[in-house]
């Protein structure tokens, strides 16, 4: 009993260390898309099905935020019912994040400093990845050690647009991806940290949802330049001007204004 007591008392003690995690993944979001539209790089003249994916992504950051909120202030209740409409959002997220990145690189959109390939591989594989560690913290519920943690390892698969906007990628390239990959690992190797300093040992959960994630990166590597990328690649790409380029080969730089 004095066990399970002590345990419960850790879970209480986190619930404030989370809360500043997940707000601190917002802030990151809210630099990275905020400096690029105060610097005139982002503009409300983007095609409607790109501000209606920026609405579902922006959507899904103040949900967890909020979630994560009501267990700080002991709401756990409320928490858990809204759990299932995470989870119905995540297959949301799944339909519009990969639609929106064919568009883009049917539309040859893709970001400079990545390979169209890549960015269109890294993008579905990345929400993929986003809802299948988030659907598991779901399964995981009834065990908040490991749910909470599994929560912020999906949450870091989503980070890479706004990284990608923060770290200098056009300086890095061609190692832009990892590059902004190594800085999305920043929140659950601060986790891993926490664990350590704060109960000796670093939560299994943890290094499950790590491995994850270098998994999903390395296997982006692999899948994109591989004939199944190219393929993926062409048929996304049949009838548009993206068909036109090459997936492999960096877009030029954009000019200097």
Not at 74 to 84: L, Y
Not at 101 to 124: C, E, H, I, K
């Given at each position: 009993?004095?066990?399970?007591?002590?345990?419960?008392?850790?879970?209480?003690?986190?619930?404030?260390?989370?809360?500043?995690?997940?707000?601190?993944?917002?802030?990151?979001?809210?630099?990275?898309?905020?400096?690029?539209?105060?610097?005139?790089?982002?503009?409300?003249?983007?095609?409607?099905?790109?501000?209606?994916?920026?609405?579902?992504?922006?959507?899904?950051?103040?949900?967890?935020?909020?979630?994560?909120?009501?267990?700080?202030?002991?709401?756990?209740?409320?928490?858990?019912?809204?759990?299932?409409?995470?989870?119905?959002?995540?297959?949301?997220?799944?339909?519009?994040?990969?639609?929106?990145?064919?568009?883009?690189?049917?539309?040859?959109?893709?970001?400079?400093?990545?390979?169209?390939?890549?960015?269109?591989?890294?993008?579905?594989?990345?929400?993929?990845?986003?809802?299948?560690?988030?659907?598991?913290?779901?399964?995981?519920?009834?065990?908040?050690?490991?749910?909470?943690?599994?929560v912020i390892c999906a949450m870091t698969a989503i980070m890479g647009p706004a990284f990608g906007r923060i770290v200098p990628a056009p300086l890095i390239i061609p190692w832009a991806a990892w590059g902004v990959f190594a800085a999305m690992m920043l929140f659950p190797i601060a986790g891993a940290i926490y664990d350590l300093r704060r109960h000796g040992r670093v939560h299994p959960a943890w290094w499950a949802g790590i491995a994850i994630l270098v998994g999903m990166q390395v296997t982006m590597d692999v899948i994109a330049v591989t004939p199944i990328g190219t393929g993926l690649y062409a048929m996304a790409t049949a009838g548009s001007p993206g068909a036109a380029i090459a997936p492999l080969a960096y877009p030029p730089f954009p000019p200097l204004s």
């Open positions: 009993m004095a066990t399970i007591a002590t345990s419960r008392a850790e879970i209480r003690d986190d619930r404030g260390f989370f809360y500043v995690l997940a707000m601190a993944m917002a802030l990151a979001n809210v630099i990275g898309f905020g400096t690029q539209f105060a610097m005139g790089r982002s503009s409300f003249g983007a095609p409607a099905l790109v501000h209606f994916h920026a609405l579902v992504f922006v959507g899904w950051v103040g949900f967890f935020v909020f979630q994560t909120w009501l267990v700080s202030h002991g709401r756990v209740a409320q928490h858990r019912r809204m759990g299932w409409i995470g989870a119905g959002y995540a297959a949301v997220m799944i339909v519009i994040g990969i639609t929106a990145t064919v568009a883009m690189v049917r539309a040859g959109r893709a970001p400079f400093f990545f390979q169209p390939g890549y960015f269109l591989v890294m993008n579905s594989l990345g929400v993929l990845t986003f809802a299948g560690l988030l659907w598991w913290a779901v399964a995981l519920r009834r065990r908040t050690e490991w749910h909470r943690r599994i």
